[in-house]
């Protein structure tokens, strides 16, 4: 009854309407802008596997501003680094790390996220998420004893030893574990919160 009360407003303006009218211009007068869109190829992430898709990528954004890195991660594990000429450097592979790496299905596993502190330059940290099978190991937050977890999603610290290696090269630490009771929407972005003030209890 709601819908139908919620359409009445319509039907009363409907028989007002001239239906031989043709509109020939609905947008008059518009005004060109000086403004000039324009594209080129920028870069081309290699291949992660022989068949479609070739490469899965997940993610694009500034990651060093002293490098001038853009950060891009395949869901398959490779993580590159793309400098502002386009020049593409595998940084690691998540996937190389963890034995119980899981990147299938393909949807919501694999080498999720990543992040960089908003110091990276300085100290050298970055954040990555990715997905392991159920029970890889001892989760931070387990689900209640009825509940079977498909998966776990893990949330890691990695520490480079020089921010300005084009390779990592460094040390690790796990910060988060959760069970995933499914294969879709685990870990899907994590990021740091831009601007806010190092006094804020974020």
Do not use: C
Request: aromatic share 12%; glycine share 8%.
């Amino acid at each position: 009854m709601k819908s139908f009360k919620a359409l009445l407003p319509l039907l009363m303006v409907a028989p007002f309407v001239d239906a031989q009218t043709v509109v020939e211009d609905p947008v008059p007068n518009v005004q060109s802008s000086r403004i000039t869109v324009w594209k080129r190829e920028f870069a081309t992430i290699p291949s992660s596997a022989g068949s479609r898709p070739f490469a899965r990528i997940n993610q694009v954004e500034p990651f060093s501003l002293k490098n001038k890195w853009l950060g891009v991660n395949d869901l398959r594990g490779p993580f590159y680094m793309v400098n502002y000429q386009g020049k593409v450097t595998e940084y690691l592979d998540v996937s190389n790390f963890f034995s119980d790496f899981v990147d299938s299905p393909g949807l919501g596993t694999g080498f999720t996220s990543f992040a960089a502190h908003p110091e990276f330059d300085e100290n050298g940290k970055f954040y990555t998420s990715h997905t392991e099978s159920g029970g890889s190991g001892t989760p931070t937050i387990p689900l209640p004893n009825n509940v079977n977890e498909l998966l776990q999603g893990v949330i890691m610290e990695w520490t480079a030893l020089d921010p300005t290696r084009p390779t990592f090269l460094g040390t690790r630490r796990e910060i988060l574990r959760i069970d995933l009771t499914g294969t879709i929407h685990g870990f899907q972005e994590i990021s740091f919160r831009p601007g806010i003030d190092e006094s804020h209890p974020d």
